[in-house]
């Protein structure tokens, strides 16, 4: 097992990083609009792998319907209960939070259709590792919408080709698109 606890934030970054998320939210709210771009359609499969505290995790829940699956997983606990009080907050009957261990999120081979990791891919130290995982639970007509975060999209796009195993398919000012290789 790949194990990278190490990338794992403090809980008091943790709670500073939630805090500041929930001030950007109220006064921009974008996420609605950004994920509506992502094609997430009724019955998919969808993995917010780096969910955070959820800020997507909802938006997914709702999109994917009552016979979709919506995976949130985090490698920090304080993530996992606070995906578990929206789920009871929102109804999200379809959601499961997953902790994952370092890279390996436990989750079943090829089991997602889409799999997102949104404002978390620039934090990551080993990005074949952690990509290699996404493959693994990625559907082989799957895709992958990763964004940049904090880093370039040169950087990005660089750090995507040295892991292989992915294609870019689609690029927005917002997110890169991949499909697996």
């Known amino acids: 097992m790949i194990s990278r606890d190490d990338e794992r934030m403090s809980d008091m970054d943790y709670?500073?990083?939630?805090?500041?998320?929930?001030?950007i939210d109220f006064f921009f709210s974008h996420i609605e609009k950004r994920v509506a771009r992502f094609g997430i359609q009724p019955g998919m499969t969808v993995v917010d792998y780096g969910c955070g505290p959820g800020r997507y995790?909802?938006?997914?829940s709702r999109l994917a319907g009552r016979q979709g699956k919506v995976y949130a997983v985090d490698i920090h606990e304080m993530a996992i209960d606070l995906v578990r009080r929206k789920m009871e907050q929102?109804?999200?009957d379809n959601v499961e939070p997953v902790l994952a261990k370092g890279y390996d999120s436990g989750l079943p081979d090829r089991v997602a259709d889409l799999v997102t990791a949104i404002d978390m891919f620039f934090a990551i130290r080993d990005q074949k590792a952690f990509l290699g995982e996404l493959?693994?639970?990625t559907k082989p007509t799957g895709?992958?919408?990763?964004?940049?975060?904090?880093?370039?999209?040169?950087?990005?796009?660089?750090?995507?080709?040295a892991a292989g195993g992915w294609k870019i398919v689609d690029e927005t000012k917002d997110h890169i698109t991949c499909r697996p290789a």
Do not use: C, P, W
Request: cysteine-free; charged content about 20%.
């Open 90 to 92: 929102y109804g999200l």
């Open 15 to 23: 709670r500073l990083m939630v805090f500041t998320m929930n001030v």
């Open 135 to 137: 493959k693994r639970i």
């Open 57 to 60: 995790t909802i938006f997914y």
């Open 143 to 161: 895709l992958l919408v990763i964004d940049d975060g904090h880093q370039t999209r040169s950087t990005t796009k660089e750090q995507i080709a």
